[in-house]
């Protein structure tokens, strides 16, 4: 860790104990130290498939059997995945009173998994399956995948992971309570997201725009960068987050 990211993670802890309370936007980078590929990164998935096919509603619908071949290798990913420092940092962040939400673009469900209680779901979750005929839900190890595409057992219909596919509108109340939480907050933390999916990639710039600070924690520059982010930290979330909480700790005891 170089002399700046020290002074940068310094930095960023007395945003967050300035503000009371931050929230953080989180996307794929965050799980990447859990085994789980974004879909912009090297390696994985998503190299062999366009999620633009395999997780958009359309081609979904016309080719579903095709779609869940992918997306079941995509579950025996999730199920497996366990949470990392990154996460379990913001659980403890939230628990000694400096997080009040975290607004998530994952569907991994590996925030909960490490403890975070006030978790958006922006993009719904695939440890959830629904049926698109009855709407029912079911907890994803409920329904097997030996036969494709798994059928709901109550009416024959289509199922399909609980999370939002390119070509699906975001939840009403995820919208409403991101809104209220990205304009409320004083700090910010964008971490291991792209910003380039919409309408999740705006929400610092909402922020912002109320007078927020945004603090970006990624190993590589975004969109953000230039054009929302006041502190950029360079590096893998499950290494800066730890050393945030670290000073948040010391301040407490001061
Ligand atoms: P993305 O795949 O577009 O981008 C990932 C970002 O993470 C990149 O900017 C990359 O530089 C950064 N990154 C890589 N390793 C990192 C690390 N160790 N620490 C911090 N950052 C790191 O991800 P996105 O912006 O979330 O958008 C893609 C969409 O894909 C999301 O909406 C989500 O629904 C879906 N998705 C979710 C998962 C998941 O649930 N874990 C995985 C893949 C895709
Ligand atoms: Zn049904």
């Known amino acids: 860790m170089g002399e700046m990211n020290m002074q940068n993670i310094s930095e960023a802890a007395n945003r967050i104990i300035a503000a009371q309370k931050a929230t953080a936007l989180t996307g794929a980078g965050i799980s990447v130290a859990s085994g789980i590929m974004p879909f912009r990164g090297e390696g994985g998935l998503w190299e062999k498939y366009d999620p633009e096919e395999i997780v958009e509603i359309n081609s979904f619908l016309r080719h579903p059997a095709k779609s869940w071949a992918v997306l079941k290798e995509m579950q025996i990913v999730i199920e497996k995945a366990l949470p990392n420092e990154a996460h379990y940092s913001l659980a403890k962040m939230e628990e000694i009173g400096f997080l009040k939400s975290i607004i998530t673009q994952n569907i991994d469900g590996l925030h909960q998994a490490a403890g975070s ?8 979750n695939n440890r959830r399956l629904i049926c698109l005929e009855c709407k029912t839900l079911y907890p994803s190890s409920e329904i097997s995948l030996d036969t494709l595409p798994p059928l709901c057992p109550k009416c024959q219909g289509l199922m399909k992971p609980d999370a939002v596919f390119f070509g699906e509108s975001i939840p009403l109340d995820a919208i409403q309570h991101s809104r209220s939480d990205v304009q409320q907050c004083k700090t910010i ?24 600070f945004i603090i970006e924690i990624n190993p590589e520059e975004t969109p953000l960068t230039d054009t929302a982010t006041d502190l950029f930290v360079k590096g893998k979330a499950e290494e800066i987050l730890p050393k945030i909480v670290e000073k948040l700790l010391e301040s407490t005891k001061k």
């Open 189 to 212: 933390l964008a971490i291991g997201t792209s910003a380039l999916v919409e309408p999740a990639a705006s929400l610092p710039l909402i922020g912002k725009r109320n007078g927020a």
């Open 117 to 124: 209680k006030r978790v958006i779901e922006f993009h719904g």
